[in-house]
């Protein structure tokens, strides 16, 4: 006689309850030192917060150097030094213009270029020329535009371009700046 079907022997019917998985706290979890650095260093990680830090960095160091209109100054960031004759070279390529401050950032193997209008505070061109050359531009410390190029002469051309109409055409501080000129 045929065995009459039921719950026991039919292979698709679970007959094991799953429970949830509990949550194990963070007493309880393995502690391993490096991992654990780390979890804690990022543990209230704020992007937000990451991004104006930059830009105020970026800002501190033109105000510390604090270059006069028309002028560049340099700041070494690294006992490493970019080769002088090509920093020259550079500076020759850009062309400040003469109501813009300039600030030569050397990182050794990557050289940054900060182009900031009369006032520091108005507007700042972050050049960054290394393997893939970049231009940032920020105006009152929000970020408005950020563009890649595959040659540093065409960052460089451009981000002079950028400066000329951020010089000509100064953005208001009480309306808000759409970018229109970059």
């Not at 509990?22 to 209230?44: C, H």
């Not at 150097?65 to 002088?84: I, Q, R, S």
Request: hydrophobic share 40%; aromatic share 10%; proline share 9%.
């Amino acid at each position: 006689m045929a065995q009459k079907p039921n719950v026991e022997n039919r292979w698709w019917v679970e007959t094991v309850v799953k429970r949830p998985k509990q949550v194990k706290s963070e007493t309880e979890m393995p502690q391993l030192p490096v991992a654990m650095a780390f979890y804690q260093v990022a543990r209230d990680y704020d992007q937000d917060r990451a991004k104006d830090d930059l830009t105020d960095n970026n800002l501190r160091i033109a105000r510390e150097a604090n270059p006069a209109p028309g002028e560049w100054a340099y700041v070494a960031m690294t006992p490493d030094h970019y080769p002088p004759h090509l920093i020259k070279r550079i500076k020759d390529e850009f062309r400040l213009p003469r109501e813009a401050r300039g600030v030569v950032i050397d990182h050794g193997r990557l050289l940054r270029l900060l182009v900031c209008g009369p006032a520091l505070e108005d507007w700042l061109i972050d050049v960054t020329l290394y393997d893939e050359p970049s231009v940032d531009v920020y105006v009152w410390s929000v970020m408005h535009r950020e563009r890649l190029f595959r040659r540093a002469e065409d960052a460089l051309r451009q981000a002079r371009k950028w400066a000329i109409n951020l010089l000509q055409y100064p953005p208001p501080r009480d309306e808000p700046f759409r970018g229109a000129l970059l």
